[in-house]
């Protein structure tokens, strides 16, 4: 998962009256019966139809997203303790050789695995508008993201067991200072001169995060891999719906124990599996979406 100026465009909104009334499968949202007249009037005209409404106010308010978020890292801590007993052990099905004398490392995505961007999630549904390259390069510029629940603890206690912490992330490679720099004022003991923090694009052979999980294979032994998009985990990731699945369920055996998700209902890949790749516009995507629907009744 990403966040990039790059990637297809998702969480787009605006879909018109007639989408809904054509489309319609699903209660429109609740109106506010005394709203103040002046929040009704700064509010878009489809405030109540965005499709990231549900998923960042999730994210940004439920109880139950930030208990996920510690008991994913709970979990984590203790399968680095597990794994630390066990030279064989390693979260990297290509990690072969002898591994066992490399210092230990725990590889994790940075954007909604440790960092939370709902700021710009947000930002997106206020100012009523999809995907937009230039509002994410002003966020992630800006260095505004914070810290997940649990996250500071975790990556502390892998400095504190002599376990490398490593993120790989999929943020663009100029914006490189910012986002460690983002990392270091929240408190994430990554290292300062950023030679543990892998950005997509900074040398010509990372066109993706397997090819930097290798590289970083060569130097530490992988204990764990944490992310929130199977993309974290595994190549080959932007296929269909089920093969996504299968991808997932061939490696059942690493979840929960060397692979450790958190999570996103907000876009990743999984999102973009919803519709065809040569998709024309916001309104054949939502109509993509919507045949993906599985009701009862018809
Ligand atoms: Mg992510």
């Known amino acids: 998962m990403k966040l990039r100026p790059s990637r297809p465009r998702r969480g787009v909104l605006v879909f018109a009256a007639a989408v809904v009334s054509a489309c319609a499968t699903r209660a429109p949202a609740p109106q506010p019966a005394a709203a103040p007249a002046a929040a009704a009037a ?10 990231l409404l549900d998923a960042v106010l999730w994210a940004q308010t439920a109880a139950e997203h930030d208990a996920l978020c510690r008991q994913a890292f709970v979990l984590a801590a203790e399968r680095v303790e597990q794994a630390l007993r066990d030279p064989r052990w390693t979260a990297l099905p290509s990690q072969t050789g002898d591994y066992g004398s ?3 490392a725990v590889v994790f995505d940075a954007d909604e695995t440790i960092i939370d961007n709902t700021g710009f999630e947000a930002e997106m549904i206020k100012e009523n508008k999809g995907f937009d390259g230039e509002l994410l390069r002003e966020w992630e510029m800006a260095g505004r993201a914070t810290a997940l629940p649990g996250a500071l603890e975790f990556v502390r206690f892998l400095k504190e067991k002599g376990v490398e912490p490593i993120v790989i992330t999929n943020r663009d490679a100029p914006r490189k200072p910012a986002v460690v720099k983002n990392l270091l004022d929240l408190g994430f003991p990554v ?3 950023g030679s543990t923090v892998l950005l997509r694009g900074e040398r010509k052979e990372w066109p993706d995060k397997e090819s930097r999980r290798v590289f970083v294979s060569r130097s530490f032994r992988v204990l764990l891999l944490l992310g929130d998009d199977l993309g974290d985990f595994l190549p080959g990731v932007d296929t269909t719906v ?3 699945r299968e991808l997932a369920e061939s490696h059942r055996d690493y979840w929960g124990s060397r692979w450790i998700l958190l999570p996103n209902a907000m876009y990743g890949s999984w999102e973009r599996a919803l519709y065809p790749r040569d998709v024309k516009g916001d309104r054949e995507r939502l109509r993509a979406k919507y045949d993906k629907l599985r009701g009862f009744r018809k």
């Open 191 to 193: 290292r300062a001169d």
């Open 242 to 244: 089920d093969g996504r």
């Open 102 to 104: 490399l210092p230990p």
């Open 42 to 51: 700064a509010r878009p005209a489809s405030w109540e139809t965005h499709e």
